[in-house]
């Protein structure tokens, strides 16, 4: 069973091993209205904590999902090229963005879990 | 992923506020306003005004009537502000127009309609920009001769109800609004909560769609608001889709696609320019204007039709095939009826040719656009 952490800018991180699958939370995908357009980075990629990691377009605006975590980007999810509205359908499953490798996990030591995000997001809106 | 700061601070709101709240609208600061951006979603909104009839609250906008004792005089000195043919403006009858500074540039772009009345027929009614209703007036008073008055008007609320479906539905509240014709208006009468209000009612909009504008008593709003959202073809449409619509519309958005520095002809209003007014000029920065019809001008606005899916917005270089810019995005976004993302932008004139490829630098890379001719879509206007 993995594990799931929570960040303040809005992403989730699905730790399996050393594995981060990563997307935005169903809260962002509100926040963002139709995503109309999504922007994968190459595989192969390093990315560290912070950096731009994919761009989603909204019909309103671009928004930025930065890495939440440093590592190796080992799988994109192309189906989004396709369909970006997955993104707002299914925000915290198949509309995952990215896989990254791990390469620091102290770095989830900052991320918080579901209530703390929950409690997070009422405390911001 | 960024969060927008929401501060409330001396943000003004319009006679609908407790309506769009009870709507659960998505409420942002714009133009010194909290305006919902949002309702059910953008794309949702965008696709019911063009498929039924979408609902607006432009309330924001400055009103206002110019008055003057007799149509000839009125007009003639709006005339010395704008390059629109305002004197053979018939009663009743509406106007696109700008108010021009002394360098041609635009300083706003508004509506002026003659009064349908012959009581008041040396009365203008004026609609400008939220954003530039302040300078707007006093620019209009500082250059109104002895005897004439510039009257604001912030107590009428302004409501738009646009799309195929909106003749059906507002004929059924204020009877003969059907037999308006674009561009004009004419005051109705409409019963709200059993009493009869009286509304000024124009065939015009902002959406690229037939449709109205309706200006009401800020008292009276609520209850025509609500009464027009009982019909079953209407939903709310906030100000997201409202710049998707009149972007795949092809219509300009003071502050992006035209400024103090662009002017009339540049930006493709030249239609808005009569014969008359072309030939004696006579308005501000007519110099520039007549020299610019003559001897045309070496950047224009032009529409783009970008041939992938990624957005390109406002200041996105847009450069050559060779890589040389020629010109910068104004106004970008997705357009949900081309479904697809459409842009405006000035182009050095020798590219703005409808069909001329060109490259849209978004983030570092090249997307292929064309400069498509505006509108993007086919408009529902009925003349």
Redesign the interface.
């Given at each position: 069973m993995s594990k799931v952490y929570y960040t303040e800018?809005?992403?989730w991180i699905s730790v399996d091993g050393d594995v981060a699958t990563v997307g935005?939370t169903n809260h962002?995908q509100e926040?963002?209205?139709?995503v109309?357009?999504v922007?994968l980075p190459q595989v192969g990629k390093t990315v560290a904590k912070g950096d731009e990691a994919a761009?989603?377009?909204?019909?309103?605006?671009?928004?930025?999902?930065?890495a939440p975590v440093s590592g190796e980007i080992v799988e994109t999810n192309g189906d989004l090229?396709g369909e970006?509205s997955k993104v707002n359908e299914d925000a915290e499953g198949s509309a995952w963005f990215v896989k990254i490798k791990l390469s620091d996990t102290s770095e989830l030591d900052a991320t918080m879990d579901e209530a703390g995000y929950k409690a997070f997001v009422e405390e911001?809106s | 992923?960024?969060?927008q700061a929401t501060d409330g601070a001396d943000l003004r709101r319009t006679p609908l506020y407790d309506s769009h709240v009870a709507l659960r609208a998505r409420m942002v600061p714009f133009t010194g306003y909290e305006m919902p951006?949002?309702y059910a979603?953008?794309?949702?909104e965008?696709v019911q005004t063009r498929a039924s009839a979408g609902l607006f609250d432009v309330s924001h906008m400055g009103q206002a009537w110019l008055k003057g004792p007799d149509h000839a005089t009125t007009a003639a000195v709006l005339e010395t502000l704008v390059p629109g043919d305002i004197l053979s403006l018939a009663p009743g009858r509406q106007r696109y127009t700008q108010l021009l500074n002394e360098r041609g540039g635009i300083l706003d772009d508004l509506m002026v309609s003659h009064s349908a009345a012959p009581e008041i027929d040396g009365w203008l009614y004026l609609v400008v920009n939220a954003s530039r209703k302040e300078e707007d007036f006093a620019h209009i008073r500082a250059h109104l001769p002895e005897g004439m008055v510039l009257e604001e008007k912030p107590e009428w609320a302004l409501i738009a109800l646009q799309g195929p479906k909106a003749e059906a539905v507002l004929e059924r509240l204020a009877p003969g609004v059907a037999e308006l014709s674009f561009m004009s208006g004419n005051l109705f009468s409409c019963t709200l909560n059993g009493q009869a209000a009286a509304i000024y009612v124009s065939r015009s909009g902002y959406s690229g769609e037939d449709g109205y504008e309706i200006s009401v008593l800020g008292s009276d709003a609520p209850a025509l608001w609500n009464a027009l959202l009982a019909h079953s073809e209407v939903e709310p449409v906030g100000l997201?889709?409202r710049d998707?619509l009149r972007l795949e519309a092809g219509l300009c958005l003071y502050g992006n696609d035209i400024d103090e520095t662009t002017s009339p002809i540049e930006a493709g209003l030249i239609w808005s320019i009569s014969k008359r007014r072309r030939q004696e000029g006579g308005f501000p920065g007519a110099e520039r204007v007549q020299k610019e019809i003559a001897e045309g001008t070496s950047r224009k606005l032009v529409g783009l039709k970008l041939e992938g899916?990624?957005?390109a917005?406002q200041g996105t270089v847009i450069a050559a095939k060779d890589g040389t810019e020629l010109g910068i995005v104004t106004s970008g976004?997705?357009g949900?009826s081309v479904e697809g993302?459409v842009a405006m932008g000035y182009v050095e004139t020798a590219s703005a040719k409808p069909g001329t490829q060109v490259d849209l630098v978004v983030?570092g890379k090249s997307l292929p656009a064309i400069v498509e001719k505006m509108p993007f879509i086919t408009p529902g206007y009925k003349r």
């Open positions: 800018d809005h992403e935005v962002a926040q963002l209205g139709d109309v357009f922007e761009v989603v377009e909204s019909v309103k605006a671009a928004s930025e999902v930065y090229e970006p911001n | 992923m960024s969060g951006v949002q979603g953008i794309m949702a965008h997201g889709a998707s899916r990624a957005p917005r976004g997705f949900p993302p983030r």
